[in-house]
């Protein structure tokens, strides 16, 4: 990659050339041979995801025994918009099936100090138009999230319609009677003539792979499930605590600043910098809700996701960290089709980018050694950006001690605290920030829930044989009149919701449009799939080459491709390209590329 780059004349401020021998250098620290596999999940005594302390109710009723023309598995935001775009369309016997005791999902569970969006609420909260609600920030904290989520619920009376506490573990679809079978962990016994699986992708937990977890002495949790028992629900507990945090990804960067204030002491383990950049949030301004046209909302996202994925617009509506990188957008189409050029200018325009970054370490951390440990070397999207007003601050105070471990992670966990670089560190708390077994592909797997098709081969068999193969990133050979909400093969940008809620609008059609035309058995066309699939590998060779240049991080597997990763890519051309397909192809309305194969409950097969 060094090689490409030619020379950059003065102006820049910074040698290319030089800096991506630094990129290389830091990347080589951090690259490991275990991949993924250096995690481990929560286990025994510490997995506490089974004891949900937010719920207010006993989990314990009798099982059910029901038939419901949808089923949802998940109430988090897919499982919401899933249901809501079902309800506009006047299907209304929908059943969500949802772990906590609350929708939400991600959110219901992540209710760490500090959480909030980090995608600017006007675009990131959906359905704003439809419920009349404008949040009160650009960035607004999580409980006005799980306030907005409860919102939806109410509108689309959502909240009769779900079975709370209780988790999915297999759906089986039943040739014979044309319906799935689905089982949970309360015996259960449901009937679904449609299933979305809206599983979320950040729910499995996943700790570091040292030993000596399970002999610490002290208080220990992930962030998914924050012990307010322990650290008081004001965190005034901490007062007298010795706090440690292992991370600094997104959730760190929320966590920290609000653990340095109240914890006696806090020690953050760091193995790789956060890239973090200025925030900037504000009260949403009163003229706001007076100024948006109807439709606001749906351009607003679709300007996001064109600024970010360097496609032209003609303003930038959101106007912040994420989108404040346009040089791609400048390009002509000419340009663009020279794979030399869009390189060079992309990379250049990150390096500009991550300086100022980098730079801002420097203005906001008063040690200069600290400074240096907290500056990030890679390409702003080879991690999640983050971004905090707070944070970098927080390194000048007394109490708060950064433990670099120059990319090599903690060593390994003791009774009394932690040791890195060689040295112990005593602790009272051990807060794991180290995110989530990311669930892109293996939507079996990390969800837990056996997916058992019309051939009887497990969806987590087949797409471990062959790989993933979808029609749009929604539908599924061989698994009929079912639904994935997720990002492989589909449509995905930086705000995720997009995605969310461009599967929702395709769910509520094709349901409503089988129901409507009697149709009983749809199922995605194993060639029209195929061909799909090979467009995602082939649109998605870019974004894996570049991913390949990359520090580790969960964005690429930790360096380590896994199995057939090459067909768990999202569509090349982007979100915005995507969201118009589907749009184009219900406007089409002849269902092409799903397979119909039964009209009613007494024809025999017959494919359409
Ligand atoms: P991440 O996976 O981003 O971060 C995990 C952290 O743990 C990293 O800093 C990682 O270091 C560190 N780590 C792992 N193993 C070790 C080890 N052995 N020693 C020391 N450190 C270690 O998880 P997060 O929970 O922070 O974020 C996950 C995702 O959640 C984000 O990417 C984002 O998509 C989402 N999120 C969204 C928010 C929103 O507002 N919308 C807010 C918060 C999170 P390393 O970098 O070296 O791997």
């Known amino acids: 990659m060094a090689e490409t780059l030619t020379a950059q004349p003065a102006p820049l401020g910074f040698d290319p050339q030089e800096l991506m021998v630094k990129y290389t250098q830091e990347r080589a620290k951090r690259l490991r041979q275990d991949g993924m596999d250096q995690y481990q999940e929560l286990k025994g005594a510490f997995n506490r995801l089974d004891q949900d302390t937010f719920a207010s109710t006993s989990s314990r009723r009798e099982p059910l025994n029901k038939d419901v023309t949808v089923l949802i598995i998940g109430g988090g935001y897919?499982?919401?918009?899933?249901?809501?775009?079902?309800?506009?369309?006047?299907?209304?016997?929908?059943?969500?099936?949802?772990?906590?005791?609350?929708?939400?999902?991600?959110?219901?569970?992540?209710?760490?100090?500090?959480?909030?969006?980090?995608?600017?609420?006007?675009?990131?909260?959906?359905?704003?138009?439809?419920?009349?609600?404008?949040?009160k920030e650009k960035y607004v904290a999580g409980p006005d999230i799980l306030q907005h989520v409860e919102l939806i619920a109410k509108k689309y009376q959502l909240k009769g319609k779900a079975l709370f506490q209780t988790i999915v573990r297999s759906t089986t679809w039943n040739d014979a009677e044309n319906h799935w079978n689905i089982k949970t962990d309360h015996g259960d016994d449901l009937r679904a003539r449609y299933v979305v699986a809206a599983t979320g992708i950040l729910h499995k937990p996943k700790l570091p792979g040292v030993p000596g977890i399970e002999t610490f002495k002290g208080e220990s949790f992930h962030t998914t499930h924050w012990n307010y028992d322990v650290t008081g629900r004001s965190l005034e507990k901490l007062a007298n605590m010795r706090v440690a945090n292992i991370g600094t990804g997104a959730t760190s960067i929320q966590t920290i600043p609000i653990l340095g204030e109240k914890a006696k002491q806090l020690y953050v383990f760091q193995r790789t910098p956060a890239s973090v950049n200025v925030r900037n949030n504000r009260p949403t301004p009163p003229d706001f809700e007076s100024s948006c046209t109807p439709g606001w909302q749906q351009d607003r996202m679709k300007n996001f996701n064109a600024i970010i994925t360097g496609l032209p617009f003609e303003k930038d509506l959101v106007d912040d960290g994420w989108t404040d990188n346009k040089a791609m957008s400048f390009l002509s189409a000419e340009e663009k089709r020279d794979p030399a050029t869009v390189g060079q200018v992309m990379m250049v325009s990150d390096m500009a980018k991550m300086e100022r970054i980098r730079a801002r370490v420097d203005e906001l951390v008063e040690d200069k050694e600290t400074a240096e440990k907290l500056k990030p070397w890679y390409s702003s999207m080879c991690k999640r950006p983050c971004f905090h007003d707070e944070y970098l601050q927080m390194f000048n105070r007394p109490n708060v001690t950064l433990v670099d471990t120059d990319g090599k992670g903690v060593e390994r966990i003791t009774?009394?605290?932690?040791?890195?670089?060689?040295?112990?560190?005593?602790?009272?708390?051990?807060?794991?920030?180290?995110?989530?077994?990311?669930?892109?592909?293996?939507?079996?797997?990390?969800?837990?829930?056996?997916?058992?098709?019309?051939?009887?081969?497990?969806?987590?068999?087949?797409?471990?044989?062959?790989?993933?193969?979808?029609?749009?990133?929604?539908?599924?050979?061989?698994?009929?009149?079912?639904?994935?909400?997720?990002?492989?093969?589909?449509?995905?940008?930086?705000?995720?919701?997009?995605?969310?809620?461009?599967?929702?609008?395709?769910?509520?059609?094709?349901?409503?449009?089988?129901?409507?035309?009697?149709?009983?058995?749809?199922?995605?066309?194993?060639?029209?799939?195929?061909?799909?699939?090979?467009?995602?590998?082939?649109?998605?060779?870019?974004?894996?080459?570049?991913?390949?240049?990359?520090?580790?991080?969960?964005?690429?597997?930790?360096?380590?491709?896994?199995?057939?990763?090459?067909k768990l890519g999202t569509y090349g051309a982007g979100a915005n390209a995507w969201g118009q397909l589907l749009e184009d192809w219900r406007a089409k309305d002849d269902l092409e590329g799903l397979k119909i194969i039964k009209k009613t409950d007494t024809e025999t097969d017959a494919e359409a």
């Open 415 to 566: 009774e009394n605290g932690i040791i890195a670089n060689g040295v112990e560190y005593p602790v009272d708390l051990i807060v794991y920030a180290s995110g989530f077994y990311i669930s892109g592909g293996q939507i079996s797997q990390t969800s837990g829930v056996e997916i058992v098709g019309r051939s009887g081969v497990p969806l987590a068999q087949q797409w471990d044989e062959v790989g993933a193969k979808t029609l749009f990133g929604v539908h599924i050979p061989d698994f009929p009149n079912f639904f994935t909400v997720n990002t492989t093969q589909a449509g995905v940008a930086a705000n995720f919701m997009w995605t969310l809620a461009t599967a929702g609008r395709q769910i509520g059609y094709v349901v409503s449009e089988c129901e409507k035309r009697g149709i009983r058995v749809a199922e995605a066309d194993e060639a029209a799939a195929a061909r799909w699939t090979e467009a995602i590998v082939a649109s998605s060779k870019p974004m894996f080459q570049f991913f390949t240049t990359c520090t580790p991080s969960y964005y690429n597997g930790e360096q380590k491709m896994t199995k057939h990763m090459e």
């Open 78 to 135: 897919g499982g919401l918009l899933a249901a809501a775009n079902l309800a506009k369309k006047g299907i209304s016997d929908v059943m969500i099936v949802e772990k906590g005791a609350g929708f939400g999902g991600t959110w219901y569970w992540n209710q760490y100090p500090g959480a909030r969006c980090d995608v600017e609420s006007y675009v990131y909260l959906p359905l704003l138009e439809e419920l009349g609600y404008t949040p």
